[in-house]
């Protein structure tokens, strides 16, 4: 049982994928300038956040995890971006002092899967202690210490729609009534590096010049989403990386036509991929893209599985509506 000054906390931690992305230009310090529609979905992971008093010099953070993928591949360190968010909370107030934190994760999200998984954890991980402790810190406070941790943690902290600009920190909620539906497909054995595929884009504008670059109608689609005209805010959803991610792994784009020619609305990469997700009718749509795709593999006639022995993990969700939230039924 806690003892009376042991808290605990739990929260949960949504994944967001990105209705438009596109690169706008340079920032100090090496940082791209982007406008994103950040949108939340109900992929989840979840944190149980124990904070006990303890007789030890400086704070401590332990990390355990339940999650898919490599040992190591989820580290449990001072690099996990929990770790840091607990850093950047002690630095700003000081309230970590002689305490241990305990954090168990059930990691649902997909590692390296262009999700911001990452991120999410990371914004949970401010979200929880700041509630431990009372709420010291406002939402604006959050954000500014959230943005010294990755562009996406600040959009997660609140979540829902938001349009994004600058590093991702500079965000303007976008209300709409509609509930999306989408099937989340990543291959198992791929994860993309985020600078890597910057760096590829940097390399392309340089080859290229500005020529080959869409123009994407974020305006378009968020104007589409708030007249409930689904079709065709699918049509303005885009993503500036996905010519760059698809050279860089061909079979993707053979995984987004599947997709396509399953029924979905509208596929896409998500951020930096590899993550490609579809906008389906409803659920049942989802599950049956599902059952399509594994037996395209079964039959051997899956480009990702012949070329690159990808099998494909598929994730079901909804629009969430909000950002990381305290989990009451965890709690206590």
């Known amino acids: 049982m806690p003892t009376e000054t042991e808290k605990r906390i739990c929260v949960k ?8 992305f596109d690169v706008t230009g340079n920032l ?3 940082y791209h300038s982007i406008v ?3 949108h ?3 992929l989840e992971d979840w944190l149980s956040v124990q904070v006990e008093p303890q007789d030890i010099e400086e704070m401590k953070v332990q990390i355990a995890a339940e999650f898919v993928g490599e040992p190591g591949v989820f580290p449990l360190d001072q690099n996990n971006l929990i770790a840091r968010a607990a850093k950047v909370f002690h630095e700003k107030t000081q309230m970590l002092t002689h305490h241990f934190v305990r954090v168990a994760v059930r990691k649902q999200i997909p590692i390296g899967a262009g999700l911001a998984g990452g991120s999410s954890n990371a914004a949970a991980m ?3 202690l700041n509630n431990v402790f009372g709420c010291p810190l406002s939402i ?3 954000s500014e210490l959230a943005i010294t941790l990755g562009a996406d943690v600040p959009f997660l902290i609140s979540g829902s729609t938001q349009l994004g600009k600058s590093k991702g920190e500079d965000l303007s909620p976008v209300a709409f009534a509609e509930r999306l539906t989408f099937i989340v497909v990543k291959p198992r054995q791929l994860s993309v590096s985020t600078p890597a595929v910057f760096a590829e884009y940097d390399r392309w504008m340089e080859e290229k010049g500005g020529n080959w670059k869409p123009i994407i109608n974020h305006q378009g689609a968020i104007d589409a989403l708030q007249h409930g005209d689904l079709e065709s805010a699918t049509k303005c959803f885009a993503n500036i990386f996905e010519p760059i991610v698809f050279q860089m792994h061909p079979p993707l784009a053979s995984i987004k036509q599947r997709l396509l020619d399953l029924g979905s609305w509208s596929a896409q990469l998500s951020g930096s991929g590899p993550s490609i997700f579809g906008v389906v009718a409803n659920m049942d749509m989802a599950h049956m893209i599902r059952r399509k795709l594994k037996e395209t593999e079964a039959r051997g006639e899956a480009p990702w599985l012949n070329e690159k022995g990808w099998q ?4 079901f969700a909804q629009s969430s509506g909000a950002g990381v939230c305290l989990d009451v039924e965890m709690s206590g």
């Open 13 to 20: 931690a949504p994944a967001k994928i990105n209705l438009t």
């Open 28 to 30: 100090p310090g090496g």
């Open 36 to 38: 994103s529609l950040f």
């Open 40 to 42: 939340a979905i109900t």
């Open 126 to 128: 401010l979200v929880a």
């Open 140 to 142: 604006a406070d959050l």
């Open 312 to 315: 494909l993990d598929c994730y």
